[in-house]
Nanobody
Framework: QVRLVESGGGLVHPGDSLRLSCAAS????????MGWFRQAPGKEREFVAA????????TYADSMEGRFTISRDNAKNTVSLQMNSLKSEDTAVYYC?????????????????WGQGTRVTVSS
C-alpha cells in the first residue's frame, strides 16, 4: 500500500475555486492510477475523477466534468484536484486513493490505499 495525505480543503463561497493536493509515499508513485472520491454527509462515497499512472488519461464524474481538473506530478509524488465554479452540493470530504489494479477507475474496490480526507464546505 501507499500512504496518502490530502490537503487544501476549506470553507469557500459558491462560485469560488479550490485546489486539493494529495502527497504519496511508499511504493513508486508512477506505478498506479490515482483517483479522487468524495463523501457528503449521509451519502455514499462517490467517484469524482481519476488519472492514469502517466497522466495521459483522465476521467470525471458527469457532474464534475468541465469544472474539475485532475493532474499529477510523478516527480513530486503528488496528485491534485482543481475545483472551479464550486456549488453547495460539492460540500463533502474529499479523498484521494491509489488504484494498483488498472481496473475501472470509478469503482472503489479497485483502490487499495486511501487518505484521511480533506473537508470542503461550499456555503454562502
Amino acid at each position: 500500500q501507499v500512504r496518502l495525505v490530502e490537503s487544501g480543503g476549506g470553507l469557500v463561497h459558491p462560485g469560488d475555486s479550490l485546489r486539493l493536493s494529495c502527497a504519496a509515499s511508499g511504493r513508486p508513485f508512477s506505478s498506479y492510477d490515482m483517483g479522487w472520491f468524495r463523501q457528503a454527509p449521509g451519502k455514499e462515497r462517490e467517484f469524482v475523477a481519476a488519472i492514469s499512472w502517466d497522466g495521459t488519461g483522465t476521467t470525471y464524474a458527469d457532474s464534475m466534468e468541465g469544472r474539475f481538473t485532475i493532474s499529477r506530478d510523478n516527480a513530486k509524488n503528488t496528485v491534485s484536484l482543481q475545483m472551479n465554479s464550486l456549488k453547495s452540493e460539492d460540500t463533502a470530504v474529499y479523498y484521494c486513493a491509489a488504484n494498483p489494479t488498472g481496473g475501472a477507475w470509478d469503482l472503489r474496490t479497485n483502490y487499495d490505499s486511501w487518505g484521511q480526507g480533506t473537508r470542503v464546505t461550499v456555503s454562502s
